[in-house]
């Protein structure tokens, strides 16, 4: 089983600035991607910005490039998720994701954290 703890979220005014911070644990034999996702009540869940571990690549939504930062530490099967110029906009629940292979030889399997919030407001 793999577990996913999150932490950072809060209450931030327009322009101001947050760090989300994921890590995985558990029986893990390759982290292959981890990522943000996040959601308003309501709405379907979205990607906000995910990092490939095998190329590098890491993807964001058109509606955070340039402000928000996403990066990882390997060693610690951590990913780490900086917004900063936070709108009201961006007010939701963020999930950090994990696809995860438990054994060598088995497939990826997506795991999700429990949700933290971030409310952006004055």
């Known amino acids: 089983q793999v577990q996913l703890v999150e932490s950072g979220g809060g209450l931030v005014q327009p322009g101001g600035s947050l760090r989300l911070s994921c890590a995985a644990s558990?029986?893990?034999?390759?982290?292959?991607?981890m990522g943000w996702y996040r959601q308003v009540s309501g709405r379907q869940r979205e990607l906000v910005a995910q990092?490939?571990?095998?190329?590098?690549?890491?993807n964001y939504a058109d509606s955070v490039k340039g402000r928000f930062t996403i990066s990882r530490d390997n060693a610690k099967n951590t990913v780490y998720l900086q917004m900063n110029s936070l709108k009201p906009e961006d007010t939701a629940v963020y999930y950090c994701?994990?696809?995860?292979?438990?054994?060598?030889?088995?497939?990826?399997?997506?795991?999700w954290g429990q949700g933290t919030q971030v409310t952006v407001s004055s």
């Open positions: 558990g029986t893990i034999f390759s982290v292959n991607a």
């Open positions: 990092t490939i571990t095998r190329t590098g690549d890491m």
């Open positions: 994701n994990a696809a995860v292979t438990t054994a060598r030889y088995l497939r990826s399997s997506d795991y």
